[in-house]
């Protein structure tokens, strides 16, 4: 027997033995399947609705506590403004879909819809609680957050949101079924069916209960139903499919099954001894380079073959190995875009972090400039009595202003903690960097070490200004460069570098010390973070410079020096004139 022949004989019975048997089975199992698709949608459409609900009360939460940790909220409820606290509770950020609530201390509702007591009391009690509220012809869920101050309890705020149309909706495009939402009495409080056809089928629903898809009968049309509770049973949600609706698209199938056995029946007796004497060499071709394909190599020449159909496979199978290579591009692509969003995330969770640590550290710092003052105060009195003891000797007297001089800074500095993350006047102070830079300087070479061999040299602009109080950058100046001289052990030199870059002073503090390790470099500027071993060394320095050039609209970074060993030190300020937002 020919190849055409066998082949055109195999073709026709494989069609007719395989066709014929599988046509009639999934004529018969073919509803059976689209129900029971059904069926299993409807038991995902519970556990899609679990977890839409513990995201929805998680955001609840987050949204409660927002509006509950609003400072202007706090202060209210303390004065006993409750027409201010209701103002900054409805003002406050939230949910598209979600309303305004405010209790006071007597847990009586100031503003949306009064909680429950049990709810209030467990606010009370410091719990965040998330419940969904059932009552006639409603459902709703409220998220409540306790407000203190000052130790006490002050009332909650939070959000309530209900279960009405929108959420119907939102979960019927989820689970590609019908909702009706019940509530604790079984009553409708929102859907997606009309009035008329809902009747019937609630009645049935209360007859099978939560558990399985039932399937029932109402006015002529099948439907399979399924129920869900919401938070234990106060309130209950339906999934319905209609199965008539489901099953419609049988009788086409049958037909478009029936159709395409002839067509290709047809097809095989015709083109079965035409297609079989070439096929067989371009297929061969068209699998060797497919081979190619499959182990990366995605330039593989293809064979042309003089049948039609052959040749369409081939110049597809180009084109598929095309846009394989074009999506494997893609997919390079949006690793990369990945990569670098991940890098953003990092650096935001990290700035995040430190703002934590700011936040705690600037209490701390208010507390120990407060105490602080009172012993400068104490010290500058006896450097007064000194003063007046050695005016026969100008260099002692020097020494003595100067040191005098310091406590006055020094002073100004603990007010400056007190208050070092409040928004400044941009135009309040001004100062020459290079002026200031130069006193700095003049103080290294006062107090240092006798041997030590390390040189402070000064270069930059004379006629820039930066936006900064004098004594703030001189204190930012100093933490620098005591650093970088307890780093360089051995000697070396400190360059003090001052210019302008178009609205900015950038002031450089160059060292020729080791550098910073890479891994401390993401944390010299956390509080109490410190590298030192002595006692010296408590981790304040160069937070507080970071937070004086913050707090002027500037910004401070460290990166190891790229032209040779040693640090560098960034100090960029806002021009003097130039208004600026500070951080």
Do not use: Y
């Amino acid at each position: 027997m020919s190849l055409g022949r066998a082949l055109v004989f195999l073709v026709v019975a494989v069609l007719l033995a395989g066709s014929v048997p599988v046509g009639l089975a999934l004529d018969r199992r073919l509803a059976a399947a689209l129900e029971e698709k059904a069926a299993a949608d409807l038991a995902l459409a519970r556990v899609l609705l679990t977890d839409r609900l513990a995201s929805s009360a998680d955001m609840r939460m987050m949204h409660a506590k927002d509006v509950a940790a609003t400072p202007a909220l706090a202060a209210a409820l303390l004065a006993g403004d409750t027409v201010e606290a209701a103002r900054v509770t409805a003002d406050a950020p939230r949910g598209a879909l979600e309303l305004p609530v405010l209790v006071d201390s007597e847990g009586r509702s100031r503003l949306g819809p009064q909680p429950a007591a049990t709810l209030v009391e467990r606010t009370r009690a410091g719990e965040m609680p998330v419940v969904v509220v059932s009552e006639p012809g409603s459902v709703r869920m409220v998220a409540l957050a306790p407000v203190h101050a000052e130790g006490r309890f002050l009332g909650a705020a939070g959000v309530v949101s209900a279960f009405d149309a929108t959420e119907a909706a939102a979960l019927s495009g989820l689970t590609r079924a019908d909702v009706v939402v019940l509530d604790g009495d079984g009553a409708p409080a929102a859907s997606t069916l009309d009035e008329a056809g809902l009747g019937g089928l609630l009645d049935a629903a209360r007859t099978i209960g939560a558990g399985e898809a039932s399937r029932i009968e109402r006015d002529g049309r099948r439907w399979l139903l399924a129920s869900a509770p919401i938070a234990d049973g106060a309130a209950s949600v339906l999934f319905l499919r209609d199965l008539d609706r489901e099953l419609a698209v049988v009788p086409d199938l049958r037909r478009v099954a029936l159709v395409s056995m002839a067509v290709a029946l047809v097809v095989a007796l015709l083109l079965g001894m035409l297609v079989a004497a070439r096929l067989a060499g371009p297929v061969r071709a068209l699998a060797r380079a497919a081979d190619r394909v499959a182990a990366g190599d995605l330039d593989a020449p293809l064979a042309r073959a003089g049948v039609s159909e052959v040749a369409h496979v081939a110049d597809a199978f180009d084109v598929m190995r095309q846009r394989l290579a074009a999506r494997l591009r893609d997919l390079e692509r949006a690793n990369r875009e990945l990569e670098d969003r991940q890098e953003r995330l990092v650096a935001l969770q990290a700035e995040l972090l430190q703002r934590d640590r700011r936040e705690a550290a600037g209490r701390l710092l208010t507390q120990l400039a407060h105490e602080v003052r009172n012993p400068v105060a104490s010290v500058r009195n006896c450097l007064e009595l000194l003063r007046r003891r050695v005016q026969e000797d100008p260099e002692a007297r020097e020494i003595a202003d100067l040191a005098i001089d310091e406590l006055l800074r020094m002073h100004e500095l603990a007010e400056r903690m007190m208050d070092l993350d409040r928004p400044r006047d941009d135009g309040a102070s001004e100062c020459a960097p290079l002026e200031v830079c130069r006193h700095v300087a003049r103080l290294a070479g006062t107090a240092a070490d006798e041997g030590d061999g390390v040189r402070v040299e000064v270069s930059g602009d004379e006629t820039v200004r930066a936006a900064i109080a004098p004594d703030a950058l001189k204190q930012v100046l100093l933490n620098l460069v005591r650093n970088a001289r307890e780093a360089m052990r051995q000697g070396g030199r400190i360059d003090l570098r001052v210019e302008a870059v178009e609205d900015r002073v950038r002031v450089q503090v160059l060292d020729t010390g080791p550098g910073i390790d890479a891994n401390v470099l993401p944390r010299v500027f956390d509080p109490f973070f410190t590298t030192k071993a002595d006692v010296r060394g408590v981790g304040l320095g160069l937070f507080t410079a970071e937070g004086l050039v913050r707090a002027a609209g500037g910004r401070l970074d460290a990166t190891n020096r790229t032209d040779g060993p040693g640090a560098r030190f960034d100090v960029e300020l806002p021009r003097a004139g130039v208004a600026v937002e500070a951080a």
